[in-house]
């Protein structure tokens, strides 16, 4: 197979959706409302769609949030 063709990435990924090894919660993907069921439909029928961004968990972040420098503290009863 030729996977750089979406007709051939169509094929595999229909084949993935019929037994079940592509569902809606793979990838750790949680679709909690309509826009996002939405958005995830466009995504599917785009041109680019087996063009992803792959993220390697390494990036930097310039501007990371620390809990501990939080100034308040939650009361007992906010637990």
């Known amino acids: ?3 750089e ?3 051939e990435l169509d094929a ?3 084949i993935a959706k019929t037994y079940k090894i592509v ?3 793979s990838s750790m993907i949680v679709l909690v409302n309509d826009e ?3 958005a995830l439909r466009l ?3 785009a041109t680019d769609r087996f063009n992803r961004k792959v ?10 949030n ?5 100034v308040t503290v939650p009361e007992p009863g906010m637990v």
């Not at 993220?55 to 990371?64: F, I, R, V």
């Not at 620390?66 to 939080?70: A, F």
Request: proline content about 9%.
């Open 1 to 3: 197979m030729n996977l």
């Open 5 to 7: 063709t979406l007709d």
């Open 12 to 14: 595999i990924h229909a």
């Open 23 to 25: 569902t809606p919660y």
């Open 36 to 38: 996002q069921r939405e």
């Open 43 to 45: 995504a599917e029928v």
């Open 55 to 64: 993220e390697d968990g390494k990036e930097n972040l310039t501007a990371p």
């Open 66 to 70: 620390n809990p501990l420098n939080s």
